[in-house]
């Protein structure tokens, strides 16, 4: 695939192409940024208004029961189930990934208490590590850190306790083989955490079936639950039942309106709730899951691949020259993102933007573009591909104006 | 003041009364539960609807930096500060009120790394003693619960490293002297953190003044920021700057977006941030924070005292021989709610409830309303009173429809 007229070919033979229509795109620009904040469906904003004029301001105090606020953390961890390969009533949403990766890690923690290596990646998601580095600190552990490019199944050992992977790597979209790390990291007694951010929505999934005994991941990427959108917690029926995690808030407790003096965990996933849920984001994070329905993960995935494999091949069919290197594994390990290694990676991002293909940087040195197979089109890939040309080709990024960091903070 | 009367007068003479009309208050219902979930204000949706309908569909990722989202926790914390005595940039907004107290908790347990002690009250807010209780299993600190009317500056001693209160008790309404505490637990070695969850935005407060280590808070009581609303930090500008809090995640990180392998946490309070903040429901929540402006928390706390009191009254003259027994303090050192002790008060909450008059009821048997000055007035008050009496009189609680307990899980 590699001309620019493949693209209608493929978009006409697209059994996903009617999603589109679920969702609210801005006129003029071709969004290559899902997976960072994915596009809003259009059933959101009804949702929330509801959240807001009926729950809230007419039923106020009472919608904890009568709109069933108190259960919709589990709610929405029952559809985001299905799509990670979990069962009714082990998926649980609220709080950020970030939080979550620290209760999963308390907990894997403390189901290897005579072990003290908590093995990563080098170049996993920053987050994860620093998180890792926070527990590692108050539990007396150490972290060994795999470099970039080596299979993180060669670091284990009988010392490693927790193992603490992405899936699908943020900068790079190389993805791990889920099942065949768990596997790896179970035959060295160790305990599997997956941060699921980067393949949930996109990648088919299967928690239960790879035996993955703690997974965490974004819903505001392909997921497209809105900003900052609360984060999911699967953890295996066994270990929900049997260990506490660490941020033993009252929503995670048995019985938190006997207001007991004690913590005592619910039995089951709640426990990975603690404080209240910040509903009008986790009502938007629902209604936008509701989009999922009745769609086939596999019909997902194959676009993905397809959208992926030709922006590569046109990318590297017309934009040869330029000093780009595509740093994305050309094989199915892949996730649903491509980066491009550029030295003036970010001038032709920022003028990608003002010629209104939005993908986005990451340092020092990657132009980053993500495929959201429910509401990206094929020939938008292809006009893409043609923007960025004409911008190596003018050495229109070459403005001096495109030069200049936009401070994000 | 125990006339029904007396309420017309109290209103006519109200400087707040105009207030009242920047919420929505829904028809045929005295709110008395805004000590829970606080009214909604009439400005919060049309925010809602912009944030979802332009900054989230429209500019998509770009409103990180052109709606300024990424700021978006300091911005709010700079609408709470003046609420609680505190300066520009020292207060952040984000997480539960649960992880926030776990994050003081960590780092003022690392300002005291000799000591063992974190000194509580039995009948603290629950999720307080949870999170104590999951922090002192991993940091090996020892519990210290002060028991219920006992004045917790007795348990102070040179063992102590953390003070956790909260000033306005959830049951009781009883209120700490905020700086008269803070003074003894400095004076004993140790660090204080307040729980402002139920005297923010009804009782004025310094925390500078008090030289307050650590405040934590919530937003959706009476701030009225939403269900769930994202929960306040405050830490004293010195320890914001030395010591690190446990939940190190991205969004706390000195240059999250250079994606250091090493977390290395911001100068000051953005280190209290974790991970992406819930953007919905933290808009909302600033929307809500515009009706303060201009507000004499002097007033409020005026009119606080006066709805309490007038409730106190009436309860008293009007309610007597039906074995209520009023637990709040009648004097100062209360919040802005009234509890009373009643064997049957679950099902003469039902019935109030079903007779348009909403408070709460807290086991074992607690009955519980909760005046805001904003938006409530000393009619409502009187007219609540006179239902209660109605129900009692009749013995229309006795209906067997309200003893069912209703589940709220």
């Given at each position: 695939?590699?001309s620019f007229?493949?693209?209608?070919?493929?978009?006409?033979?697209?059994?996903?192409?009617p999603k589109?229509q679920a969702?609210?795109?801005p006129?003029?620009?071709?969004?290559?940024?899902?997976?960072?904040?994915?596009a809003?469906?259009?059933?959101?904003?009804?949702?929330l208004?509801?959240?807001?004029?009926?729950?809230?301001?007419e039923?106020?105090?009472?919608?904890?029961?009568?709109?069933?606020?108190i259960?919709?953390?589990?709610?929405?961890?029952?559809?985001?189930?299905?799509l990670?390969?979990?069962?009714?009533g082990?998926?649980?949403v609220g709080?950020?990934?970030?939080?979550?990766l620290?209760?999963?890690?308390?907990?894997?923690?403390?189901?290897r208490?005579?072990?003290?290596?908590?093995?990563?990646?080098?170049?996993?998601?920053?987050?994860?590590?620093?998180?890792?580095?926070g527990?590692a600190r108050?539990e007396?552990?150490?972290?060994r850190?795999v470099?970039?490019?080596?299979?993180?199944?060669?670091?284990?050992?009988?010392r490693?306790?927790v193992v603490l992977?992405?899936?699908?790597?943020y900068?790079?979209?190389?993805?791990h083989?889920?099942?065949?790390v768990?596997a790896?990291?179970?035959?060295a007694?160790?305990v599997?955490?997956w941060?699921?951010?980067?393949?949930?929505?996109?990648?088919?999934?299967?928690v239960r079936g790879?035996a993955?005994?703690?997974a965490?991941?974004?819903?505001?990427?392909?997921?497209?639950?809105?900003?900052?959108?609360p984060a999911f917690?699967?953890?295996?029926p066994?270990?929900?039942?049997?260990?506490?995690?660490?941020?033993s808030g009252?929503?995670?407790h048995?019985t938190p309106?006997?207001f007991?003096?004690?913590?005592?965990p619910?039995?089951?996933?709640?426990?990975?709730?603690?404080?209240?849920?910040?509903i009008?984001s986790l009502?938007?994070?629902d209604?936008s899951?509701?989009?999922?329905?009745g769609?086939?993960?596999?019909?997902?995935?194959?676009?993905?691949?397809?959208?992926t494999?030709?922006f590569m091949?046109l990318?590297?069919?017309?934009?040869?020259?330029?000093?780009?290197?595509i740093v994305?594994p050309?094989?199915?390990q892949r996730?649903?993102?491509?980066?491009?290694?550029?030295?003036?990676?970010?001038?032709v991002i920022?003028?990608?933007?003002?010629?209104?293909?939005?993908?986005?940087?990451?340092?020092?040195?990657?132009?980053r573009?993500?495929?959201?197979?429910?509401?990206?089109?094929?020939?938008?890939v292809?006009?893409?591909v043609?923007?960025?040309?004409e911008?190596?080709?003018?050495?229109?990024?070459r403005?001096?104006?495109?030069?200049?960091?936009?401070?994000?903070?």
């Amino acid at each position: 695939m590699t001309s620019f007229e493949d693209a209608g070919r493929l978009d006409a033979a697209d059994p996903l192409a009617p999603k589109r229509q679920a969702f609210h795109l801005p006129d003029g620009v071709i969004y290559l940024d899902g997976n960072s904040l994915g596009a809003m469906p259009k059933r959101a904003p009804a949702r929330l208004r509801t959240v807001l004029e009926t729950e809230w301001a007419e039923r106020l105090i009472r919608s904890w029961t009568e709109s069933d606020w108190i259960n919709l953390p589990l709610r929405v961890g029952d559809r985001v189930a299905p799509l990670i390969g979990a069962g009714p009533g082990e998926v649980v949403v609220g709080d950020s990934t970030s939080v979550n990766l620290y209760k999963c890690l308390g907990a894997a923690r403390a189901l290897r208490p005579d072990r003290r290596v908590i093995l990563t990646e080098q170049d996993n998601f920053p987050t994860d590590n620093y998180i890792i580095e926070g527990i590692a600190r108050s539990e007396r552990m150490e972290i060994r850190y795999v470099p970039a490019g080596t299979d993180p199944r060669e670091a284990l050992d009988e010392r490693v306790a927790v193992v603490l992977l992405t899936q699908v790597n943020y900068r790079t979209a190389a993805m791990h083989d889920l099942a065949a790390v768990t596997a790896a990291a179970h035959r060295a007694g160790a305990v599997m955490i997956w941060d699921l951010s980067h393949s949930v929505g996109v990648v088919p999934l299967d928690v239960r079936g790879a035996a993955v005994d703690f997974a965490v991941g974004c819903t505001y990427k392909y997921l497209n639950g809105g900003p900052g959108a609360p984060a999911f917690t699967y953890v295996a029926p066994a270990h929900a039942a049997s260990v506490a995690q660490p941020l033993s808030g009252w929503m995670g407790h048995k019985t938190p309106f006997a207001f007991a003096q004690h913590y005592e965990p619910a039995a089951e996933i709640r426990r990975y709730l603690c404080g209240t849920p910040q509903i009008l984001s986790l009502a938007a994070l629902d209604e936008s899951l509701a989009v999922w329905d009745g769609v086939d993960m596999s019909a997902v995935r194959e676009k993905s691949l397809r959208m992926t494999q030709l922006f590569m091949d046109l990318v590297e069919r017309h934009c040869a020259g330029h000093g780009l290197e595509i740093v994305t594994p050309r094989n199915a390990q892949r996730g649903s993102h491509v980066s491009i290694a550029c030295a003036h990676g970010y001038p032709v991002i920022r003028a990608m933007v003002e010629g209104g293909v939005i993908g986005d940087f990451r340092a020092p040195d990657l132009m980053r573009f993500g495929f959201a197979p429910l509401y990206g089109s094929y020939a938008e890939v292809a006009e893409a591909v043609r923007i960025m040309q004409e911008i190596l080709v003018t050495g229109a990024w070459r403005d001096p104006k495109y030069a200049t960091v936009l401070a994000v903070t």
